[in-house]
């Protein structure tokens, strides 16, 4: 993202098509063509509108669950429909140098995550994703709205999906007391926050302002251990993210991170200044 949306690799473009997207969409139109149906009278069908099932058609859109689903059931598709969708390799509205780091995310046994702009996007709300991505310049459309909002909530099933994943979540006490969309969004994304907390395998941790230096004030980072146990780092910057596999570099990034959470707040204490900072709200 650009700030408005920093994190997530997320672009203001939409990510390039792929051959399995165009295969999904050919897909989808000829079981359409068989059941004598046009994108005007499948649309609704389906729930989705006419623009949206053309994008999907023409494999220049990523299309959700819920449209695989709907599609394989009015179109009778025999399992082609979901069989084919499990098979794409594009994730929506995902920008190209987020890519890599998202397939790692998806097998990492640690994960570390340091913000000092925003909420970090596997902890965010919808609504405060939302919030986001219509404040991001260049204005977005409706559609790209849709695509990164899906994108965001899909890659949050890390948390649920992967338990035995050890999380670490370090954010700037700036971050939280900045309204984003409002107070009302804001209790609502503290809430959400608060009740993260409460799972074992994942610790929050605040860095308070009145913390004078710490090691991190170079800029965000993510770090990731992979089975293998080999460890990777990601920065991102406002329009392009880097991937380091450099041991040397992890391991410099590694030593700050560990720094860092001996320099904030516990994650009790931590737990406490969300409380007071959602009562103030």
């Given amino acids: 993202m650009t700030d408005a949306v920093p994190d997530e690799g997320q672009s203001g473009s939409e990510p390039e098509t792929t051959d399995s997207l165009k295969a999904f ?3 989808v139109k000829a079981f359409r063509k068989r059941a004598r149906l046009t994108q005007e009278t499948f649309a609704p069908r389906v729930g989705y509108s006419v623009p949206t099932v053309a994008s999907i058609e023409q494999g220049r859109r990523f299309p959700s669950d819920d449209f695989v689903e709907q599609a394989e059931v009015v179109l009778d598709a ?43 996007g596997l902890l965010q709300t919808p609504t405060y994703a939302k919030t986001l991505f219509e404040k991001q310049l260049p204005a977005l459309g409706d559609d790209e709205i849709e695509a990164k909002l899906a994108a965001r909530v899909e890659r949050k099933k890390l948390l649920t999906d992967r338990p035995h994943t050890i999380y ?18 804001m209790r609502e994304q503290i809430d959400h926050i608060l009740d993260i907390c409460a799972r074992r395998n994942i610790d929050i941790q605040i860095m308070p302002q009145t913390r004078g230096h710490h090691a991190g004030l170079d800029g965000p980072m993510r770090l990731l251990e992979t089975l293998e146990n080999k460890w990777y780092a990601y920065c991102e910057g406002q329009e392009n993210g880097q991937l380091i596999s450099d041991t040397k570099v992890v ?19 931590s737990v406490s200044l969300l409380q007071e900072i959602r009562g103030a709200l």
């Fill in 78 to 120: 025999f399992g082609v429909i979901r069989g084919t969708a499990k098979h794409l390799t594009r994730k929506p509205g995902l920008a190209k140098w987020f890519r890599q780091w998202a397939k790692l995310e998806l097998k990492a046994v640690t994960l570390y995550t340091y913000e000092n702009r925003l909420v970090p």
């Fill in 25 to 27: 969409g050919e897909v």
């Fill in 168 to 185: 670490s979540f370090i954010i700037e006490e700036h971050v939280l007391r900045r309204q984003t969309g409002g107070p009302e969004v």
């Fill in 251 to 269: 391991s410099i990034l590694q030593k700050r991170y560990a720094r860092m959470r001996a320099q904030a707040l516990s994650a009790e204490d």
